[in-house]
């Protein structure tokens, strides 16, 4: 995990010298899949997969890290500049990416419980579920995520909100 940083912090250097302002969704798009992958599929472990995610959640995601509501250094610096109509360019750009496959290996129904409760009790099932992807747990943004990836997330987020 430690070697995967350094990495990480070269990428977002050189990419921190290209324009914000492209013309083309492709050229804008290009420091995102750098670190989320070619496909929306990171291989990074701290780095979420973004294909096929709801287009509504990665807007308001892509907002919150231009504006430093959602503080990750490195997305704050790459989103810098970007107007609301890139963002959602950028959005609709990921969400027709393919999404992850599912984690293999057997279900802990009883685990799955746990996070449906903490889900609820903690509301990030007011962004997460909306009405389009209820019926489709691969178009969830927390479905596929790794647990790696989750663990983490779930430490900011308590530790931003208490």
Same mark, same amino acid.
């Given at each position: 995990?430690?070697?995967?940083?350094?990495?990480?912090?070269? !990428?977002?250097?050189?990419?921190?010298?290209?324009?914000?302002?492209?013309? @083309?969704?492709?050229?804008?798009?290009?420091?995102?899949?750098?670190?989320?992958?070619?496909?929306?599929?990171?291989?990074?472990?701290?780095?979420?997969?973004?294909?096929?995610?709801?287009?509504?959640?990665?807007?308001?995601? %892509?907002?919150?890290?231009?504006?430093?509501?959602?503080?990750?250094?490195?997305?704050?610096?790459?989103?810098?500049?970007? /107007?609301?109509?890139? %963002?959602?360019?950028?959005?609709?750009?990921? @969400?027709?990416?393919?999404?992850?496959?599912?984690?293999?290996?057997?279900?802990?129904?009883?685990?799955?419980?746990?996070?449906?409760?903490?889900?609820?009790?903690?509301?990030?099932?007011?962004?997460?579920?909306?009405?389009?992807?209820?019926?489709? @747990?691969?178009? /969830?943004?927390?479905?596929?995520? /790794?647990? !790696?990836?989750?663990?983490?997330?779930?430490?900011?987020?308590? !530790?931003?909100?208490?």
């Amino acid at each position: 995990m430690r070697v995967l940083m350094p990495s990480i912090a070269a !990428t977002l250097f050189v990419f921190s010298a290209l324009p914000t302002h492209a013309d @083309t969704v492709d050229a804008q798009i290009a420091p995102c899949l750098a670190c989320h992958g070619v496909k929306g599929q990171s291989a990074i472990p701290e780095v979420p997969s973004l294909g096929g995610q709801p287009v509504f959640y990665l807007t308001i995601q %892509l907002l919150m890290f231009r504006d430093k509501l959602r503080v990750v250094e490195a997305m704050n610096q790459v989103m810098q500049g970007f /107007k609301d109509d890139d %963002l959602r360019n950028i959005a609709a750009y990921l @969400t027709k990416l393919p999404p992850p496959d599912p984690a293999g290996g057997p279900v802990d129904f009883d685990r799955m419980a746990r996070a449906r409760e903490l889900s609820e009790q903690h509301r990030c099932n007011f962004c997460l579920a909306s009405p389009a992807s209820a019926k489709s @747990t691969s178009s /969830k943004p927390c479905a596929n995520t /790794k647990t !790696t990836l989750a663990a983490v997330t779930m430490r900011r987020w308590r !530790t931003c909100f208490t």
